[in-house]
Each structure stands twice: as C-alpha cells, then as structure tokens.
C-alpha cells in the first residue's frame, strides 16, 4: 500500500477557531511534510518531521504546530483560523531523511475559513 | 535560496501537439530535480526524477533534460493526449536534510 490518507478531505473552520487535520501513512517512511497550496501560488513547506524531530519553516513558524505521535501519523493544527489560512493542505511522506527521496502525497485537506 | 521557477501558469493544447514547459531553478551545487503531475481530485504524483547534471529523464513519453548550464529543467512531451491534462509541477530537492521545493505549476489543458 502506497497511499497517502489526509482526513477530512474538506474542512469548514470559523475564524478564530482550531483547527486540526490528520495525516497517516502505512509505508513506514521516516519523513513526513505538509505543504499549504493556494490558487495560482506553488505548494508552500510548512514544516516537516524527520522521525520524531520537528522542522517548521521561518517565516510559518508561529502560525502552524504538529505532532507525530508514531511514524505513521502526522498532524496539523491551526490554534486560531484567520481567513489567510484558507487553502489546500497537502501531506506527503518519504523514505530516509534525504530530500531528494519521492514524495508520495495525500489527496489533500481543503480548509475554507469563514 | 532555493528556488524553482514556472513562468507558464497555463498551456492549452490539442491532441498530438507537441508539449513544452519551460522551468528554472536557483541554487547552489548539484540538486536532484522532478517533475510532479497533479490530476483533479489527487495528490501530485512523481513522473520523473533526475538526480545527475546533463542527464535525461524519461516516463510515459514525457522527457526532461538536467541542464547546468542554464540552469533548466523543462518538460517535453512529443505528442500530447487528452489524458494528460492535469497540473505539472516542477520541484527542486538539495540532497541534503531540507524539504523539496515546488514551483508554481502549470496546468495543461489538451483539447481531443
């Protein structure tokens, strides 16, 4: 099995609301990432964990959180939606902590804030 | 930094025409390079990956050239169908312990 599952597929938020979504891989890779996509723009990193250590990106830094309980989850949280944070959020995971391992991606979670 | 760069948000085309993305990238050393395609509804998939400069890569008719030189690494496809409309991304890796990285994509539409 080679899937990638994200849960919800879509994900309705209120500003200033949590929001928390969840990724889960069965492949036993070693890292695990979330990108942000949004209309017109390339998938943005967020952050990613190489087995149990959390890398998240400068400039997200404060707006994203993760945990990765085991290596086959992985998930997202969003401690107060603003309506910037409506977009598409894509998991992917890897085997080995080199970048240039494949990605194979989830479907994707669409959150739209409101 | 690193960066990858797709100028081409969209390119429409009919059956049998030959396809050509351009892609750039900026970084420093020898990264390995990919092209991702995304079809509605999925996760981006990997279509192919070249990790040494000067060489080819080659999936399902899809053909893309590391090229040092310039600094390029665009896609070409010699006759396009239907079935390949989708976004195609190209994406940059370091061979080291940071995330790839995407470019903005380009979405092909092929008309039957």
């Known amino acids: 099995d080679t899937t990638v599952k994200q849960n919800p597929r879509y994900k309705l938020a209120r500003v200033g609301k949590p929001v928390n979504l969840i990724c889960s891989q069965t492949?036993?890779?070693?890292?695990m990432y979330w990108y942000q996509k949004k209309p017109n723009q390339a998938p943005k990193l967020l952050l990613f964990?190489?087995?149990?250590?959390?890398?998240r990106e400068a400039d997200t830094f404060e707006k994203f959180q993760s945990s990765r309980p085991n290596n086959s989850f992985c998930s997202l949280y969003i401690g107060s939606a603003g309506l910037e944070y409506s977009a598409m959020y894509l998991c992917?995971?890897?085997?080995?902590?080199?970048?240039?391992?494949?990605?194979?991606f989830g479907h994707g979670t669409k959150l739209s804030v409101l | 930094g690193n960066s990858v760069t797709q100028m081409q948000g969209q390119v429409t085309l009919s059956e049998e025409e030959f396809l050509f993305i351009n892609c750039t990238y900026s970084?420093?050393?020898?990264?390995?390079l990919f092209w991702y395609v995304q079809y509605p509804g999925e996760g981006p998939q990997l279509l192919l990956k070249v990790t040494t400069a000067n060489n080819k890569g080659s999936s399902r008719g899809f053909e893309a050239t590391y090229d040092k030189g310039t600094t390029s690494f665009h896609l070409q496809k010699a006759s396009v169908q239907e079935s390949d409309s989708a976004v195609y991304y190209c994406v940059l890796a370091r061979n080291n312990n940071n995330a790839p990285r995407f470019g903005a994509g380009t979405k092909l539409t092929v008309k039957p």
């Open positions: 992917a995971s890897s085997r080995g902590t080199l970048s240039n391992e494949r990605l194979f």
């Open positions: 492949m036993n890779h070693d890292t």
């Open positions: 964990y190489y087995d149990k250590i959390l890398n």
């Open positions: 970084t420093t050393g020898y990264p390995t």
